[in-house]
C-alpha cells in the first residue's frame, strides 16, 4: 500500500511494463492466480498498519541492490530502489540503499549484507510484441 506501482511502472518504464494486479505471473498463464488481487496505493492505510504492527513513526532498515541493467530491469535496482525509497519515506520507512556492479552484487548478497535485496527473474510467458 505504501508504493505507488503505477507511477513506478510509467515513471521508470515508460509504457513497456504492466502493473501485476493478480501476482507475479500474467493472468493469460496457466496457474496465474486470476482471484487474488493486488492492495492499491493507500499510504495512509499503510501508516495506519505500521502503527498497529508497533512502528507508529516507522522503522529503518537496508537494501542491497545492482547498479547495472539486467534483462527483467532495464532501467537497473539503484533507479528502482530510490523511487521505491521516496514513497517509503511518505509513510515514515527510511529505506537506505547500497548498490553494487552485478558480480559484486552477488557476491555481497550471497555474504548476507542488508536487511532485503532487488532481483528478479525471466518467464518465457509468450508475450509478443509489435
Avoid: C, H
Avoid at 84 to 108: C, F, H, R, T
Amino acid at each position: 500500500m505504501a508504493i505507488n506501482r503505477k507511477d513506478l511502472v510509467d515513471y521508470l518504464y515508460q509504457g513497456n511494463a504492466v502493473v501485476a494486479e493478480n501476482g507475479m505471473l500474467p493472468d493469460f498463464i496457466p496457474g496465474a492466480a486470476k482471484d487474488i488481487k493486488t492492495y492499491g496505493y493507500n499510504p495512509d492505510e499503510a501508516k495506519k498498519l505500521l502503527a498497529q504492527a508497533g512502528y507508529p513513526n516507522g522503522f529503518e532498515f537496508t537494501v542491497v541492490t545492482y547498479s547495472n541493467p539486467r534483462p527483467y530491469n532495464p532501467v537497473n535496482g539503484e533507479k528502482l530502489a530510490t523511487a521505491i525509497q521516496a514513497d517509503l519515506a511518505k509513510i515514515g520507512v527510511k529505506m537506505n540503499i547500497k548498490s553494487y556492479p552485478w558480480k559484486e552484487y552477488k557476491d555481497i548478497l550471497f555474504n548476507g549484507e542488508g536487511d532485503a535485496y532487488f532481483y528478479g527473474w525471466v518467464g518465457d510467458n509468450g508475450i509478443q510484441q509489435s
